[in-house]
């Protein structure tokens, strides 16, 4: 079998190990799977492994199965669930019919527990939790057998039963394996496969009044869907014996080998849905899909493209030792992917007026602009030119030092697609000293820019007709975090770090016309500022278009300063 895919790059470890399993035999097709617990939004980390399990199945001509696992009623919802489709098929994959639910293996489950119990491997605890931790151990000093661990298999099984028909309340047994109090891994120590909850599932509704536990379910389940590699992070590194333990006393007719990798971190960023769920709940953002959040709905929001994601997931690659990545490398990437995507634009984000006196009063002249610099093909758009115009008000100073090529007291400027403009004068707040507007004139002969005597003009700003342009609300979002790993110090609460500035509204901004023609959720480029999408949730409030920034530009089109 090839790798399919056109990257040179040496395979990773675990697409070596499926080439190899695929050459020798062992499997014909590969069977991944990716398996979220619906208890929260789908973050950049997950999109890690949604590349790795679905990129395999496309590379490898595999199946990749999507697979909830749902054991925890307590903490999961259907919306969860909705949400992890919508994000999965917007990344750009496809599970097919192969859509699973640990749910639906509840019964197999359970018969499974009980050929555990019957085979003297499993039985009914009821240490309290406090008597539980007491014996489980440390890593040090071994743990104590619980008194309960020698119970007959027919006593085990009236109990199992009994706790299955709610007889019990929560928290006063449990199923346990019965491996190892002695062994020096934890996961060994007699550990729990099966608690009382009395919630209510919402699949399966109030059906079951016990639940499996994660370790004992995984196994199962990818035993069950007949998974070839079951691929998951580091952190379960310690529960591969507990893996292989389950599939090996109950002697399943497969047994998928777990092989982990180092999960996804980022810089200036939290990435537990935990801790995320958090930041919601305390409206420390607005919701899962807030534009701040590395979430992958909130990437959407922020303009983020599919392709930009699953190419940041490719250069980082696979790898078995865990590390924070600069959030520069995902940012690069999605500049990469606007930079050919994206139309140009023009948008005054921090205006001042500029007044043109020797242009006539009611004149609109259509000027036209690229709306794409390095791609012709993308045509034309047109702009409305008029004796009233806004400039960023940065790019005047009234006392400007040698190297500022913008506006300024005897500096004459070009406008971006317009007129070359001198200055004349300015009016300003004599208390405040903001600067109210900016006289100029223009040379009629420089229509598109260029001087008609071939005079130089270095600097090049953008504008907007005060009468024509769009008044918009722009997001300008920031890092959410004040520091590069919110989580490092444990005496400090993540929600302590986080970055005041992360969002800064602009409510004075003001766009050219075409803007009104994007759909929602549309990139373009506002030239010299960044790249910016329409809101897909919310496109217009208060009668205002809002646009959310997702990147800056690293360069700008031209040097202006
Ligand atoms: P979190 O700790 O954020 O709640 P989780 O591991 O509990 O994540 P699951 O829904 O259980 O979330 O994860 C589904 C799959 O995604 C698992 O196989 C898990 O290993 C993988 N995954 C989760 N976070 C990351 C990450 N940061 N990098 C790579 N893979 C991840
Ligand atoms: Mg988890």
Redesign the pocket.
Known sequence: MENTDTDKRPLDFIRQIITDDLNSGKHKQSITR????P??FL?I??A??ICLNFGVAGEFNGICHLRF?DTNPSKEDVTYVESIQKDVKWLGFDWGEQIFFASDYFDKLYDFAVQLIESGHAFVCQLTPEQMREYRGTLTEPGKESPYRNRSVQENLALFQRMKNGDFPEGSHVLRAKIDMGSPNLNMRDPVIYRILKAHHHRTGDKWQIYPMYDYTHCLSDMLEGITHS???LE?QDHRPLYDWVLDTLKTPCHPKQIEFA???LTYTV????KLLQMVEGNYVDGWDDPRMLTISGLRRRGYTPASIRNFCKTIGIGKSDSRISMGVLENEIRNDLNVKAERRMCVLDPVKVIIDNFPDDRIEEVTGKNHPQDPDRGERSLPFTKELFIERDDFMEDPPKKYHRLGPGREVRLRYGYLIQYASHVKDEQTGEILEIHCTYDPESKGGTAPDGRKVKGTIHWVSAVKGVPVTVNMYDRLFKVEDPEEDKDIDFLEQLNPQSRIVLTQAIAEPALVLLQPGESVQFERQGYFCLDPVQPKKDNKFVFNRTVTLRDSWEKTS
Do not use: A, Q, V, Y
Not at 34 to 37: D, L, V, Y
């Open positions: 990716f398996p979220p617990e208890n929260g973050h980390g997950h890690k492994s696992d691929l998951c992070t379960f999960r996804l971190n990435m537990s849905k935990r």
